[in-house]
């Protein structure tokens, strides 16, 4: 997500991007990020509209050795979200909370950009319900990770889906899923023929039981026998030492920016 934010600066974006992941955290500590004057809690937890969103805001800037500066804007994620049970969470926060207060700031930025758990549980539903479209990284090696993303599609979207049409009187359609990609391992044509035969099954599964029909969501540029190619961002695209000196891989690697170059012109620069 931190790279994906980046690179889109580098393509002239003005961009925000949100830590909704309070277990891992990993882009509020990789940015070395610190709060803002309220919290996300805090901003989240208020229904009187007294905390706007912007309040949250911490400003990451680069500036590089010619002197030109990249930055774009975080809000990070705080203890209190961390520590506090998802139970207590869910009784204290609106799962419509982020949506609202994320209303004020859309005509800021070109993209908005939240950072969410894999789980399908509080802070995922949030963000979905916030968003106009989801894009699903994958394993090609996990099974798990494909079967979890084709019940995404079928399943947890088109919910949330109606419940954003159900509440804006049908004003709003709702997120709507982008087509997989494979995320940071190395894939040899072996392991991408197995998971391409993965994918097949799956995709047959969700017709025969369901009547959906998957193969836009894993096959994008699918033609009937053949084009079953599926966007790769491979393990070279991600580079370690970066996380250590709190910069963006994208800043410091022309390879690491290469690969999100493709993928943000692949999702969102079309």
Request: with cysteine; proline share 5%.
């Given at each position: ?59 990451y800037t ?8 990249l ?37 800021e ?31 090609h ?36 899923a ?65 996380t ?27």
């Amino acid at each position: 997500m931190i790279n994906l934010a980046a690179t889109l600066t580098r393509h002239k974006k003005k961009v925000l991007v949100i830590d909704f992941d309070p277990n891992q955290r990993d882009l509020t500590d990789s940015l070395n990020a610190r709060l803002g004057k309220y919290r996300l809690y805090d901003c989240l937890k208020d229904k009187k509209d007294l905390i706007e969103l912007e309040q949250t805001i911490y400003s990451y800037t680069k500036t590089f050795k010619n002197g030109a500066t990249l930055s774009f804007d975080v809000v990070p994620v705080d203890d209190t979200l961390t520590q506090t049970p998802e139970d207590e969470i869910r009784n204290q926060i609106s799962p419509h909370s982020l949506r609202k207060k994320l209303a004020s700031l859309k005509s800021e930025y070109d993209y908005i950009l939240i950072d969410v758990p894999p789980n399908w549980r509080f802070y995922s539903i949030s963000a979905v319900y916030a968003s106009d479209v989801v894009l699903i990284p994958t394993k090609h090696n996990n099974i798990r990770s494909l079967q979890n993303a084709a019940i995404a599609i079928q399943q947890y979207i088109p919910e949330i889906q109606q419940d954003r049409q159900t509440k804006t009187q049908g004003l709003e359609w709702g997120a709507i899923a982008l087509p997989i990609f494979f995320n940071g391992e190395k894939i040899t044509d072996a392991a991408r023929a197995n998971a391409k035969n993965a994918i097949t099954h799956i995709i047959k599964k969700a017709k025969a039981e369901n009547n959906f029909d998957l193969v836009a969501y894993f096959f994008p540029r699918y033609k009937p026998g053949k084009n079953t190619s599926i966007f790769e961002l491979p393990s070279n695209a991600h580079i370690a030492y970066s996380t250590f000196e709190k910069i963006p891989a994208v800043y410091k690697s022309k390879v690491a920016y290469d690969y999100y170059s493709q993928l943000a012109k692949e999702y969102f620069l079309q």
